[in-house]
Nanobody, 122 residues
Framework: VQLVESGGGSVQVGGSLRVSCAYSGFTYRGYCMGWFRQAPGKERERVAS???????SYADSVKGRFTISKDNAKNTLYLQMNSLKPEDTAMYYC?????????????????WGQGTQVTVSS
């Protein structure tokens, strides 16, 4: 299993960025996938997730600004980020975990990419 993030970079406040996560070694069916971020000195937080059953969820801090999506033919997960703020600056990671009994267990027991840096400057 491998997850490789790309698309991070530097952007000004109010700008947009799309990060991608190319995955291999598993199929989207039966796997929950999500985006997480960690800023220096802060705990890792879940940004958005896709439960593989058509449902998505978002952290309150990004609702209405970020959108998680998948291209199953390309085995790629995306995170479209609009109206970026300085507090969105972080390392962004994608992760995947196998669904269990119809729900998504902790991503800590799943697979993680190496991360891609997003920096928002004013």
């Amino acid at each position: 299993v491998q997850l490789v993030e790309s698309g991070g970079g530097s952007v000004q406040v109010g700008g947009s960025l799309r990060v991608s996560c190319a995955y291999s070694g598993f199929t989207y069916r039966g796997y929950c996938m999500g985006w997480f971020r960690q800023a220096p000195g802060k705990e890792r937080e879940r940004v958005a997730s896709d439960a593989s059953d058509g449902s998505t969820s978002y952290a309150d801090s990004v609702k209405g600004r970020f959108t998680i999506s998948k291209d199953n033919a390309k085995n790629t997960l995306y995170l479209q980020m609009n109206s970026l703020k300085p507090e969105d600056t972080a390392m962004y990671y994608c992760a995947a975990v196998r669904r269990w009994n119809g729900y998504c267990p902790s991503y800590n027991s799943g697979y993680w990419g190496q991360g891609t840096q997003v920096t928002v400057s004013s």
